[in-house]
């Protein structure tokens, strides 16, 4: 069992960034497939970024391509969503998730509670 815990969420104007973070219980992280999901109001949850255990795949959804960056410190169990130039689409609640074998993009096996981003015009 893994316990996701995001971090970092809030309120930015346009053009601003900010930094999520994702910090998991036990003693397995490194060995996990990561990533973040967002989900706007009335909206389904839709995927944003994933990497993978190592650190050395990366993949994003096309919406933040360019924008977002994400990246893992194993040692300290936590994956980040570094996010630039924000727009006020890209507000949402970021989940943080967790995937035993594959990509996030494949399926989740664990979530987090979610961090609320808002992004002002």
């Known amino acids: 069992q893994v316990q996701l815990v995001e971090s970092g969420g809030g309120l930015v104007q346009a053009g601003g960034s900010l930094r999520l973070a994702c910090v998991a219980s036990?003693?397995?992280?490194?060995?996990?497939?990561m990533g973040w999901f967002r989900q706007a109001p009335g909206k389904d949850r839709d995927f944003v970024a994933a990497?993978?255990?190592?650190?050395?795949?990366?993949y994003y959804s096309d919406h933040v391509k360019g924008r977002f960056t994400i990246s893992r410190d194993n040692a300290k169990n936590t994956v980040y969503l570094h996010m630039n130039s924000l727009k006020p689409e890209d507000t949402a609640v970021y989940y943080c998730a967790a995937n035993r074998r594959h990509l996030v993009v494949v399926g989740v096996d664990y979530w987090g509670q979610g961090t609320q981003v808002t992004v002002s015009s």
């Open positions: 990497i993978s255990w190592n650190g050395e795949t990366t």
């Open positions: 036990g003693q397995t992280f490194s060995s996990y497939a």
